[in-house]
């Protein structure tokens, strides 16, 4: 197993002179057409923010099982609150994967009519500081992920606020992952892992540190590759529905969390991706300027709520 040191783009770049601007959304729309994935600087998290984070999303995870089960909510499709473990599967798998989760989404304060298509946030009583923590980085890392589709519109040679109509208030969730410990490995099914191969279903994913190694990507050799990211940035990789929306120019990556080796299975893994969603209205059909003689339309027209149905189906999570 060799490893990936992914490209690294500077986000204060997109802020700087326009020679600066330029190189950061070739940088960064160049990964995004040949890895799927980049590392991201200066991102708006600061260490205290996502210490703080980890901490509180640790602290639900340890509660017994009994007690988190009452945070998962019968018709949300897991989509907010807690998901218990194994429940969720990659697409063409029947295995549940190593993991449980908690998803904190979208709070709407500005009157959008769109507030009456998402359910409302679940918030554990358990962990006094759980709400301030998640909901200030989902704030942050909207932020962060408005900026860098504003640098995707331009790369693409669209208007750079092209995407902010369906984002703002977008359908984004913020997820707490918890890869939990297996004492035997005899009692959990063979081929069980701790996230199967797959694609995100989003736009942009925009992922701070995990607890542990174990991120692959599949390269376009058909090899898996360890992600490294430094300490201080985040990973952010191309989601299914902005390959769909721009004809697979750029890259949904398949990517896996690995089990550990065995005397490391009894240890958890943490991590925190954010699913940087658009509202369910989105018109996901292929740009225009994405389709030619070389690269005919690939997907059938949809939109990120179709879209996102049809994907949670797949995932074991809708019935």
Known sequence: MSSLS????DLADFYKDPEAKKLFISTLGK???EVGFVAVKNHRLDDELVSSLYKQCQSFFELPDEIKKKYEIEGLAGQRGYTGKGKEHAKGRNTGDLK????????VTDNDPVAS???ANIWPDETEQFRKYTLEAYRKLVHTGKDLLQAIAVFLNLPQNYFEKDVHNGNSILRAIHYYPIENPADVPADAVRAAQHEDINLITLLMGASAEGLEILNNQGHWIAVTALPGQIVVNVGDMLSRLTNNRLKSTTHR??????EKMHLSRYSIPFFMHPKPSMDLSCLNSCIDENHPKKFADTTAGEYLTERLRELGLLK
Do not use: L, M, R
């Not at 449980?100 to 709070?107: D, P």
């Not at 969390?257 to 065995?262: A, H, I």
């Open 257 to 262: 969390v690995v089990n550990p080796p065995k």
């Open 100 to 107: 449980e989760f908690y998803h904190i989404g979208q709070e």
């Open 31 to 33: 990964a995004f057409e």
């Open 117 to 119: 298509q998402y359910p």
């Open 6 to 9: 992914i490209p690294v783009v």
